[in-house]
């Protein structure tokens, strides 16, 4: 039941989408972004778990175990096969990033990777989508604010 009020989790795969480095279609990205922005507009549920599960950047850890995957190498130096080849694609094909629970994204990351991609009509998606959802934050807050000092009965 609890399952139920949850929102669905779309908005994380969008992200990890355009967040993709390399072998991602321009239109496609842009499509993924136009869509990330529709999903907050005017939407406090959906703008509160993206601002839960999408940081604006992402923590040292997260980028130093990027660094160190972009070299081949484990933790503790060594070259690691299995983290080179996940079912027989590379890096690139898994846009760069290990494909695990853990695969973590950010805004920053979206930003970054549509700029390097030249494409401006996807980082200005992904600027209306912070912004739309920052909107929607701000105004469900409002709505709960005047709630709580005006009783419904109250109200004229």
Known sequence: TSQQNQPCPLHRSLCLFISCKKNVDGKCRLLAARLLCNLVTCNA?????????????????????????????????DTKEEDINVDGKDGDEL????????????????????GRAGERETIAAIVAALHNCMA?????????QQQQEFPPYAKE
Do not use: K, N, Y
Request: proline share 2%; glycine share 4%.
């Open 136 to 144: 929607s934050l701000e105004v469900d807050f409002t709505q709960q």
């Open 45 to 77: 549920t959906t703008a509160a778990c993206l601002a839960r599960d999408i940081p604006c950047s992402v923590s040292d850890l997260v980028v130093s175990e990027r660094m160190l995957h972009s070299m081949h190498l484990d933790v503790d130096g």
């Open 95 to 114: 846009c760069g990033q290990r494909m695990t629970t853990t695969t973590t994204t950010s805004w920053v990351d979206m930003i970054s990777a549509s």
